[in-house]
C-alpha cells in the first residue's frame, strides 16, 4: 500500500462508516417511537439534550426534507455544512500529504463559543412551549 492510500484509509472509513449509520437512518424512520432506542439524558431527565432530534433529522435530510431536519434538531443541521467542509478539507490534506497534514488547531473562543451555542440552545429547546424542542 502506498503512503497516499495509507493517509487516506482514515477519513475514507469514517466517511464509510457515516455513509452507513445515514442509510441506516434512510430505511429505519427514527420517527417511529422506539425504533433507535431512546436518549439517556431523555429518558433520566425528561429534557431534550442538544443531540435530541438528530436522528430525526439526518433521516429528515435524506428525504429532501429540510423544514423537518431544522424543527428535529436546529443546530445539528445548521452544523452539517460546517462537518462536511473539515471533511472534505481534511480529506484533501490526506490526498496532498507533507504539510497539509498539519492538524487543524481551533482557537479556544471558538470551542467556547461552540459550548455557549449548545448550553443556550438545550435551555432554550427545554423552555415551555418552544418550537424548538426535539
Given amino acids: 500500500m502506498d503512503?497516499?492510500?495509507r493517509r487516506l484509509a482514515s477519513p475514507l472509513a469514517i466517511g464509510g462508516v457515516v455513509a452507513a449509520a445515514t442509510l441506516?437512518?434512510?430505511l429505519?424512520?427514527?420517527?417511529?417511537s422506539g425504533a433507535w432506542g431512546g436518549c439517556?439524558?431523555?429518558l433520566l431527565t425528561d429534557l431534550d439534550c442538544p443531540l435530541c432530534g438528530s436522528?430525526?433529522?439526518v433521516n429528515d435530510l435524506t428525504h429532501l426534507d429540510v423544514g423537518a431536519a431544522l424543527s428535529s434538531n436546529l443546530v445539528f443541521v445548521l452544523a452539517v455544512p460546517v462537518i462536511i467542509f473539515f471533511f472534505a478539507r481534511r480529506l484533501v490534506a490526506c490526498w496532498r500529504g507533507g504539510e497539509a497534514m498539519r492538524p487543524l488547531v481551533i482557537p479556544s473562543w471558538v470551542w467556547g463559543g461552540g459550548l455557549v451555542v449548545l448550553a443556550v440552545?438545550?435551555?432554550v429547546r427545554n423552555l415551555p412551549g418552544n418550537m424548538l424542542a426535539a
Wanted: aromatic share 4%; charged share 30%; proline share 10%.
Fill in 3 to 5: 503512503a497516499r492510500a
Fill in 24 to 26: 441506516a437512518l434512510r
Fill in 28 to 32: 429505519r424512520d427514527p420517527h417511529v
Fill in 40 to 42: 439517556p439524558t431523555k
Fill in 55 to 57: 436522528l430525526r433529522a
Fill in 121 to 123: 440552545f438545550t435551555v
